[in-house]
């Protein structure tokens, strides 16, 4: 079994400093590498189903957090106001709140709708000492996270679209999900006090599910409204969300959203919250011990390996490595100053491919080709097998070849 903690560290993904503080990881540059292929993932999945992407700022005034509810309902999972002037600002806990305001900042039409924003953004939350590990609980976050105004009409289809695209994105990863949970209010005094909201909501929600098979849970939901949460489980079968889709029929109301609908009169807009894989902390902490860190090709820190015999072959090798960076791909070379070939592959094992060049390589214009699984494929022109390995990684599926 892996921990991504100890994994994380030893293959240089990521650590910590206690100056920096307890819960605020920093990333290395490998682990930077695995970060930056799933946001790029998410942002080009996103544009392609007709999200937008948006920014905004990471703090807000008390009173827009008042306005939403999270001063009321979450307060204890908050940062303290900052006080600027006369003026208190807060470290946001979620994003919604923003965007919100992004879609009011408009005027808005039927026409308009569905509008769906997104934003790979950070969000901060005041977690106690004794809950935070590595990067599964930390205490800034970034969030991938979406926002869908719609009307009441369109919401069933746009939150399945969005459940479908979750499953689309753990499928690339390699990622099977335990369950899915429909999470309901319990008897706290923590959940906004609309009752009918709430019944209509998760109504919508089990239509949502219609195909789906499911679990209801009493006391998961947002203060603010119901939702679907996609869980996982890690080695020691502990389970945690990673993706959630959220019916909110609350926060429109509170913000005064509305749309001009056909008849020119005005309408409240549903707001569809929906996360393809939650926290990036807690997407590659899970990623690290589900793979080991073996990543699937497209994620992999290091996605091509070169390996010269000899020196003799070095500048050639390195002519490769430097085709790799121009075709998107990441690579590495390792020369004959690390080591015998054997100890060369052996360090090189995580990386998809490894490419090696001899003598007769460079006489041909190839490279012999290992793949991590350890089949050796028939030596290719250096063009066609980069070509090959980018056509398999732009997939972004878990095949090796």
């Known amino acids: 079994m892996y921990d991504h903690r100890k994994l994380g560290r030893e293959l240089d993904l990521f650590d910590g400093d206690p100056l ?121 976050i970034q969030l991938n996270d979406a926002h869908i105004f719609c009307t009441a009409d369109q919401a069933v289809e746009e939150a399945r679209a969005a459940l479908e695209l979750i499953a689309a994105a753990h499928a690339a990863m390699g990622i099977k999900p335990v369950r899915h949970r429909l999470s309901l209010p319990g008897s706290s005094g923590k959940y906004v006090a609309v009752p009918g909201l709430w019944e209509r909501a998760g109504e919508m929600l089990r239509e949502v599910l219609h195909d789906v098979e499911y679990e209801a849970v009493e006391g998961e939901a947002a203060f603010y409204g119901p939702k679907i949460d996609i869980q996982i489980a890690d080695n020691l079968g502990r389970e945690s969300t990673l993706s959630t889709v959220q019916i909110d029929l609350y926060q429109p109301a509170r913000f005064d959203l509305e749309y001009t609908g056909p008849d020119g009169a005005r309408h409240r807009p549903v707001m569809v919250h929906r996360s393809i894989v939650g926290s990036v902390e807690r997407a590659v902490a899970h990623l690290i011990e589900v793979h080991g860190g073996a990543f699937p090709a497209w994620l992999a820190p290091v996605q091509v390996a070169v390996l010269p015999l000899g020196e003799d072959e070095v500048a050639f090798a390195d002519g490769v490595v430097r085709r790799c960076a121009d075709l998107g791909l990441r690579a590495s070379l390792s020369g004959p100053e690390k080591g015998s070939l054997g100890a060369r592959i052996r360090e090189a094992r995580l990386a998809p491919y490894q490419l090696i060049v001899g003598s007769r390589e460079v006489a041909a214009g190839e490279v012999s080709i290992r793949l991590r699984d350890g089949r050796k494929l028939a030596a290719l022109p250096v063009g066609e097998a980069l070509a090959k390995i980018g056509e398999i990684t732009s997939r972004r599926g878990t095949e090796l070849w």
């Open 20 to 140: 920096m503080g307890a819960g605020l990881p920093f990333w290395l540059p490998d682990g930077a590498a695995v970060r930056m292929a799933l946001e790029d993932y998410v942002r080009d999945v996103e544009r392609r189903n007709g999200y937008r992407h948006v920014y905004s700022p990471i703090m807000g005034k008390r009173e827009l957090y008042e306005i939403s509810g999270h001063w009321d309902h979450y307060r204890d999972d908050m940062y303290p106001p900052i006080s600027i002037g006369e003026e208190q600002v807060v470290l946001r806990p979620s994003l919604c709140p923003h965007h919100a305001l992004i879609y009011r900042s408009r005027g808005r039409s039927y026409r308009d709708l569905p509008l769906r924003l997104a934003e790979l953004g950070g969000m901060y939350r005041s977690e106690l000492s004794g809950v935070l590990g590595g990067l599964t609980r930390v205490r800034a």
